[in-house]
């Protein structure tokens, strides 16, 4: 029982240990979007309901080299600044499934037809699942919340992501520049 236990821990720290550079990653592209895409760009195109946020938020997705990990705290940044549910579903549907360095590897091992095909699927389900969230997703405290954002907390936050991103960029440097 022991040694059964042992096994246990000493695989979950494995699994954790393999996946923290892909969720650091992920930490790290959504501290840069959070730093360079306004929130009112965010809402623009990404908020509301319809087919066109949905459709945006996949094509913004396919292209991006991010993992199911790395994927989760983008996502997260673009619903805090302002994407709808449905948007964000998209694009945690799509992006996962391809990317760029992806449809190349898929386009040299298995052809164009397949590479054609990765990135039309991950369109695809993106649209299919953010659609049925907008459709099924919405609760009754969604209804009542005020729909306009308070910006100055959002700026308050963003000061301080975009503060705390560029202390961790310096200190990374710093260690690299000292090892």
């Known amino acids: ?25 992920g930490f790290f592209v959504a501290g840069i979007l959070s730093v360079l895409v306004s929130q009112r760009l965010v809402e623009k195109h990404l908020g509301g309901r319809g087919i066109w946020p949905l ?4 094509l913004f997705g396919i292209p991006l080299p991010l993992c199911s990990c790395g994927v989760i705290p983008v996502s997260m940044s673009l619903h805090k600044q302002g994407a709808s549910k449905g948007s964000t579903v998209s694009f945690l549907l799509s992006t996962p499934q391809t990317g760029m360095d992806s449809i190349f590897v898929t386009l ?4 164009p037809l397949f590479a054609i095909f990765r990135p039309l699927a991950a369109l695809v389900t993106g ?6 969230v907008d459709v099924f997703g919405q609760s009754a405290r969604d209804e009542t919340r005020d729909p306009r954002p308070d910006t100055r907390a959002t700026s308050h936050e963003q000061r301080a992501t975009r503060n705390k991103v560029a202390r ?12």
């Not at 040299?108 to 052809?111: D, E, K, N, Y």
């Not at 961790?168 to 090892?179: E, K, M, P, S």
């Open 1 to 25: 029982m022991v040694d059964f236990v042992k096994s246990i821990i000493i695989d979950f720290w494995g699994t954790v240990a393999e996946m923290s550079p892909y969720l650091l990653f």
């Open 55 to 58: 459709l945006k938020a996949s």
């Open 108 to 111: 040299s091992l298995l052809g």
């Open 127 to 132: 649209l299919v699942g953010g659609g049925l």
């Open 168 to 179: 961790g960029l310096n200190t990374a440097l710093l260690h690299c520049r000292v090892t």
